[in-house]
């Protein structure tokens, strides 16, 4: 109950005397408000990026590795596109052969998609539309949000059927009228198919990948119809062959080896050869994007270091100047039986209230701004910045406020009282 009672009366000086020194006190504020608002501010920031970015690669699965011709995050030197370029793609018969003997893998599928394609319905048409031919059990390895009608069954993927799911906005385009489409036609370069299903709404991607909405999906064999794909060879338009892992194979590590060794005796490849394909995985792109954003926080920090350095700076001016005016009120206090910790918590606590005023000042300017508008960008203040900002400030105000209230601390009572 006594530390209880000392903590509440040294607050109450502090709040006093800030109350009574009020321009004083905003100017003080000011460097620790600015501090706090750029270190916050722009980790939030870059919080909010990594988070929007991390989304936008959602599409792209987890616990999964793909086989490709090019890797997701290129290469260290100005010419390493040259190696790579002479591969081979991917085989619709490695799928086949990686189907038929993997034992590590949940699922297994093949992909391949094409860009600028046009979609007609009628007199309506729209262009620059993502066409995606998909082999079974590929709804494993990337989420489809089939909104109305259904996804695509097992015979007609099997069967190179003409049936196809369009997105949110080609359906939009298209059919303009019919609230559902599902049972109508359309055509995709000269070629009639049927609409099974239609997309749940996904809306704009923040780094401009193609979204779903503009998108339309058929099975492998009926996209190879329309664009060679699949043969192996370099001229080609690249498939993609992507392995579902088990949640017990921890980092894949198992999948990654079988499929690597399947992959060579598949392709033939002597062991003094390297390999000529390359296994992708989407925690890659995750890494690379996470290391450029580290680099961006500590930016944030060195900014908002020199604000926070200035602040304290200004705190601790201020405390001197509280402990030279108030050293008759000390030096009456010790004589009345207050101890020394008393007279350095009493200091401490406002020079720590003080900071705080102004990381939460900080904090509020920092809330402001995620309340503006930044198109697909959504900024968010998150509990573990706040707890920072104020972890920060009190921190500024401990450090800046320990020396003069280790002085007010030392003082001597009769000195104190006769310096009024």
């Keep these: 109950m006594l530390v209880l009672r000392l903590i ?17 006190t905003v100017l003080s504020l000011l ?21 929007n970015v991390r989304d936008s690669f959602n599409f792209l699965g987890s616990d999964i590795i793909y086989v490709e011709k090019w890797p997701f995050t290129g290469g260290n030197t100005r010419d390493w596109w040259k190696d790579y370029i002479r591969r081979p793609n991917v085989s619709f018969n490695e799928y086949k052969f990686l189907k038929a003997n993997l034992k590590t893998a949940q699922h297994v599928s093949i992909y391949a998609n094409t860009g600028n394609i046009t979609v007609k319905a009628g007199s309506n048409g729209i262009n620059k539309i993502t066409l995606r031919g998909v082999a079974s059990e590929y709804e494993f390895l990337r989420e489809v949000n089939v909104d109305r009608g259904r996804y695509l069954t097992l015979d007609e993927i099997e069967g190179g059927r003409n049936v196809v799911i369009i997105g949110y906005e080609v359906a939009k385009a298209l059919f303009p009228k019919i609230d559902d489409p599902v049972g109508q036609f359309v055509k995709i370069k000269n070629l009639r198919f049927k609409v099974v299903g239609v997309n749940k709404k996904q809306g704009e991607s923040f780094i401009g990948f193609s979204s779903a909405d503009y998108e339309c999906i058929i099975p492998y064999d009926s996209f190879r119809k329309l664009i060679s794909t699949g043969n192996g060879r370099s001229n080609e338009l690249g498939s993609h062959i992507g392995l579902k892992g088990s ?12 499929t690597r060794g399947y992959m060579r005796v598949k392709r033939g490849l002597k062991p003094s050869k390297k390999d000529n394909f390359t ?12 290391q450029v954003f580290d680099v961006l926080g500590v930016a944030g920090w060195v900014i908002g270091g020199f604000s926070m350095l200035v602040g304290g700076f200004g705190i601790a001016n201020i405390m001197f100047v509280s402990v030279k005016e108030r050293t008759s009120i000390i030096g009456l206090q010790k004589s009345l039986g207050a101890k020394n910790y008393f ?50 400030s009190s921190t500024i105000g401990l450090v800046a406020g320990i020396v003069p209230a280790a002085m007010a601390a030392r003082l001597d009572p009769v000195i104190a009282i006769r310096a009024a």
């Design 8 to 24: 509440g009366e040294s607050l109450g000086f502090a709040w006093r005397a800030l109350k009574s020194n009020l321009l004083r």
């Design 31 to 51: 460097g620790v408000t600015i501090g706090i608002f750029s270190i916050i501010a722009v980790l939030t920031l870059v919080d909010s990026l990594e988070k």
């Design 247 to 258: 949640p017990e194979d921890v980092g894949l590590v198992e999948l990654e080896n079988e």
């Design 279 to 290: 296994m992708n995985r989407p925690e890659a792109i995750v890494n690379a994007i996470g």
């Design 343 to 392: 007279i350095l918590f009493q200091f401490l606590f406002e020079s720590v209230l003080l900071s705080l005023i102004g990381g939460l000042s900080g904090l509020f300017l920092v809330w402001l701004l995620t309340l503006a508008p930044f198109g697909s960008l959504q900024v968010i203040l998150s509990p573990a910045n706040i707890i920072l900002g104020l972890g920060v």
